[in-house]
């Protein structure tokens, strides 16, 4: 799909990941509605990509920000919250708010806009997922949890519109990112391995898929293997999961 000229929505656009998406959207001439909680965040990228800024909490406002995007020919759920601990001490607002953000907004943005791409015969849907929602990771059950849900619904939206080759899905799968994730959840990242991959890295594989129509991409690549050796051989993958952490 051509980007220029395009209209994209992007969620999460404030920092991180979608900020980033922005830049390289806004480079490839799309005209992009840049959606977050933060106003000033948001305005500091628009003022970089002569964005549109919609400031929204896709927490109770999904209905209200596909109202004021309009239609749109790209949709990019990004925004995304996560929590680090053992899930029994998890409390139950901030269980409900992952499921909420990272899961079921984008499942209702997507139903609301969706029609309009189909209409038109034309457009493209991007869920940034974590590898997390692929082999799940300790401590972080919910969070695997609402990531391995938009891996399902994006595959099932993709048979589902089969008859439309022109409206594509997309599932990209990041591993450690340098952004401000880790310090909002609550827990910074302390491993020495993987080493995090700068956000713009994962923003290019966005634009790369909506390009190139690419249903799955893995940020590193490498890392494809682990989440397809979990999906072939459960027993091996929980064994080396176990000393790696």
Request: net charge positive; aromatic share 4%.
């Amino acid at each position: 799909m051509r980007l220029a000229g395009a209209r994209v929505l992007i969620t999460g656009a404030s920092s991180g990941v979608g900020a980033a998406t922005a830049r390289v959207m806004a480079e490839a001439g799309a005209r992009l509605v840049l959606a977050g909680r933060d106003k000033a965040r948001l305005e500091a990228v628009a003022a970089e990509t002569g964005g549109c800024v919609v400031v929204s909490d896709v927490m109770d406002g999904v209905d209200e920000l596909a109202e004021r995007a309009g239609a749109v020919d790209v949709l990019v759920n990004n925004a995304g919250v996560g929590w680090a601990g053992p899930l029994a001490g998890m409390p139950q607002q901030r269980a409900d708010e992952l499921v909420a953000v990272n899961m079921a907004a984008p499942i209702q943005l997507t139903r609301l806009l969706l029609p309009g791409m189909v209409a038109k015969g034309e457009g493209h849907i991007v869920f940034v997922a974590s590898i997390a929602g692929a082999i799940g990771v300790g401590n972080e059950a919910v969070y695997s949890a609402t990531k391995a849900g938009l891996l399902v619904f994006a595959e099932a939206l993709h048979h589902e519109l089969r008859g439309s080759r022109r409206v594509g899905v997309s599932t990209v799968l990041p591993g450690v990112v340098d952004t401000p994730f880790f310090d909002r959840r609550g827990a910074g990242y302390e491993r020495r391995w993987p080493r995090p991959i700068p956000p713009e890295r994962v923003a290019r594989a966005i634009v790369t898929a909506i390009r190139r129509g690419r249903a799955e991409s893995y940020v590193p690549a490498w890392l494809r293997l682990p989440a397809r050796l979990r999906g072939a051989a459960p027993g091996p993958f929980r064994r080396l999961a176990r000393p790696l952490g």
